[in-house]
């Protein structure tokens, strides 16, 4: 018996940008991508001069609010304007591309990882005003990040005729990749970083795909770093738990391996053969 899968339109009449927006190409998004980077690591580098505080360890309301509300705020801001020229908000939020639904284990394996490692004792320690404050942190890094390489940058990909396994492998590697800016001060870690954001970028992209909205993979990927970061909230005392989150990624990348043929459903059968996308992730 052939699986379910969801109610969305055929995939190929969302290939094209409405009319009335304006298109973006691979190369502007690669220059749009830059300059939010610019923005956020620039910002809370001049915010954050003096403090001598570590990259990535939110200790105080302070530093939240120097390192990602401030400078991630006006990033988004940024995003918001270029997606706003687009005109091209309902390519970017909504997807209405089919998927198998399997893939609605991703979202729930993610979620109940984040349940798990979630730093409960080390937040209650700290108040609910720095836990609230991380969660909205978290939620805009989320929301900024999501809409620049899963918004405009799936947009530019689908835009210039990309399959969508490219479009999926492309985005999931220049995320990754943005990451590796966190060098100037991270240090070498950032390298490992640009790994473990490659494999969290995959996943965000298909909980974009399973939900058939954007905005799915920006709560996911708030929740996501939400639980990361409160390991980090003592740097005295490193939360354990927080191992559990690279084998839940191990994990889910494993399952996208093993059924990457099953991600999107079959063509109808009156198609011919050779206009069939044969990417893993169509």
């Known amino acids: 018996m052939a699986e379910a899968t969801t109610s969305h339109s055929d995939p190929r009449s969302e290939v094209s940008p409405p009319p009335d927006a304006r298109r973006v190409g691979v190369w502007q998004f690669l220059v749009l991508a830059v300059i939010y980077l610019i923005i956020v690591q620039g910002m809370s580098a001049i915010l954050m001069v003096g403090q001598g505080i570590a990259h990535g360890a939110p200790t105080t309301n302070d530093h939240l609010i120097r390192t990602i509300v401030l400078p991630v705020g006006l990033a988004t801001a940024f995003t918001l304007v270029v997606v706003g020229y687009l005109g091209a908000w309902d390519e970017v939020f909504v997807d209405r591309r089919p998927v198998r639904n399997w ?56 835009s210039g ?16 990749l943005a990451h590796g800016t966190n060098i100037f001060t991270a240090g070498p870690q950032a390298l490992i970083q640009v790994v473990a ?73 009156a198609e011919p053969e050779s206009s069939r996308n044969t990417g893993e992730l169509a």
Do not use: C
């Open 161 to 176: 005729g990309h399959s969508e396994f490219r479009v999926g492998l492309w985005t999931t590697l220049i995320f990754g």
């Open 103 to 158: 893939l609605i284990a991703i979202p729930i394996i993610l979620l109940v990882t984040v349940a798990v490692i979630t730093n409960y004792p080390g937040l209650a320690a700290k108040g609910l005003d720095f836990t609230l404050l991380l969660l909205v942190a978290t939620l805009m890094v989320g929301f900024g990040e999501e809409l620049m390489f899963r918004g405009i940058g799936v947009l530019a990909f689908r």
């Open 197 to 269: 954001t490659s494999g969290t970028g995959l996943v965000f992209y298909l909980i974009r795909r399973r939900a058939g909205a954007l905005v799915a993979a920006m709560a996911a990927h708030g929740l996501w770093d939400f639980g990361v970061l409160s390991s980090q909230i003592d740097p005295d005392q490193p939360w354990p738990l927080v191992n559990g989150a690279a084998v839940a990624l191990a994990v889910m990348l494993l399952l996208v391996l093993i059924l990457r043929r099953r991600v999107a459903p079959e063509p109808p059968a």
